[in-house]
């Protein structure tokens, strides 16, 4: 029985066109992930505007996407990295991007790799008192960085908001006097602020963040550099509304400028959006693969050749992204579109609260080819690799009017060879 039926806005391809999507299935097949090259370098020069008061730095959060390729333009581009784990730091290093470029923020203390990060010079960011004590002892007299829990968050839902007393990220804003005891014990020269309060942020939230987060920067006379994090608003679906980052900047850079008045503290700014960077520059292609109904009253499925192995955002965050047919059928329909692996939470068309939702596309055929718009950002860097053994997702860069392959289709041997049958 449909008991809710919520009709969404029919939407247009990002920057693909039936041309590019049927060469990128000849050479790679179907699924396949495209990222426009020039859409990332955009995207680049607008957050490189943002607007400061006494100097800035742009970081790219490459938890979003950190394929080498991706990493490369936005490199050239001028921008720095943030890496939310050592192995996102040792992939950066592996691009030739210099230790000086990146900084490290992770919830997990970087065991393995410690000394080769350190010693290319990465910053690192410290999110516990742990963390500070472990890397003093590691590294005395050092300059650190410290993540801030200012003590509110803000994200597009429950799970992608990282600030406030249910999130574990950073230092809680009244243990930062712990903080400088345990820098002060190891010598350590406390000179960065940051903060991060989630994904998919309220700007009015983002705002009073900053307030609050200088104010933490004030405790530190070594501080000159406050990181407000990423977190930007996209819009994937037509409805949705981008934050405006030039009028965001430009209240942060008022709030540096009275801050400064009022304390003669000038801190250069950074901020580190990855969603901002990558979301629209990437399109999921696949096709439909089958459509069954449940009856007169129940809904008409439309299953794809692709899921949450491939895209977990839907299944994860009931996130919403552009679902295109591609065809010329005059007519629509309404549809629950689902992944093709064996879960019933692999469906794509789900509210807020978890219900099954529909989606008005064109009239489908088995064997159409299907775009997934938004698709550039915690898509096939969050992908569940290899559930139910689907092969992970072949990915293409269109560069200006060339496709070139940037993954190769994940081979059988590759996914079954690091698995070992005991003598
Ligand atoms: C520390 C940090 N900085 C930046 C980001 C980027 O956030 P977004 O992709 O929403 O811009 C994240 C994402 O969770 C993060 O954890």
Redesign the pocket.
């Known amino acids: 029985m449909t008991t809710q039926t919520n009709v969404k806005h029919m939407e247009s391809l990002n920057f693909l066109t039936p041309e590019t999507i049927s060469k990128a299935i000849t050479l790679v097949g179907s699924p396949a992930y495209v990222y426009c090259r020039k859409t990332i370098e955009q995207r680049c020069s607008e957050v490189s505007a943002f607007p400061s008061a006494f100097g800035f730095n742009a970081r790219y959060?490459l938890?979003?996407n950190p394929h080498l390729a991706i990493l490369k333009i936005i490199e050239a581009m001028g921008l720095h990295f943030?890496a939310?784990s050592e192995y996102e730091v040792m992939r950066c290093l592996h691009a030739g991007i210099p230790g000086e470029k990146i900084q490290l923020?992770s919830q997990q203390f970087p065991n393995k790799h410690l000394t080769e990060i350190i010693n290319a010079g990465v910053l690192f960011n410290a999110c516990s008192l742990r963390q500070i004590e472990s890397f003093g002892k590691a590294f005395p007299g050092s300059n650190i960085s410290i993540?801030v829990n200012p003590g509110t968050g803000s994200g597009s839902n429950r799970k992608?908001n990282?600030g406030g007393p249910s999130a574990s990220?950073g230092i809680w804003h009244e243990h930062t006097n712990q903080a400088a005891e345990i820098a002060a014990k190891h010598n350590l020269n406390i000179t960065r602020i940051?903060s991060?309060i989630?994904?998919?942020s309220d700007p009015d939230v983002w705002k009073a963040v900053t307030e609050m987060t200088l104010a933490q920067a004030d405790k530190f006379p070594s501080v000159h550099t406050v990181n407000l994090?990423?977190?930007?608003k996209v819009a994937r679906m037509s409805a949705e509304k981008s934050t405006n980052l030039q009028e965001v900047g430009e209240f942060v850079k008022s709030v540096f400028t009275q801050h400064a008045q009022n304390t003669g503290k000038q801190y250069k700014l950074e901020i580190?959006?990855?969603?901002?960077l990558s979301a629209n520059c990437g399109s999921l292609i696949c096709h439909v693969d089958d459509i069954s109904n449940t009856g007169k009253d129940g809904y008409t499925f439309l299953k794809l050749n692709t899921g949450m192995d491939t895209i977990t955002r839907p299944a994860l965050y009931a996130a919403d992204h552009p679902i295109i047919i591609i065809n010329n059928s005059s007519e629509t329909q309404d549809y629950v579109v689902c992944g093709h692996c064996c879960e019933s939470g692999d469906v794509f068309t789900v509210d807020e609260s978890d219900t099954l939702t529909t989606a008005t596309l064109n009239k489908a055929e088995i064997g159409d080819p299907v775009v997934i718009e938004g698709a550039g950002?915690?898509c096939a860097s969050m992908s569940l690799k290899n559930y139910n053994s689907f092969p992970t997702t072949p990915q293409l860069l269109l560069d200006k009017d060339t496709l070139k392959i940037i993954q190769q289709p994940q081979s059988l041997t590759n996914m079954l060879s690091p698995e070992i049958i005991p003598e």
């Open positions: 959060a938890k979003a943030d939310s923020t993540r992608t990282v990220f940051h991060h989630g994904s998919g994090g990423g977190g930007f580190e959006p990855g969603t901002y950002a915690y």
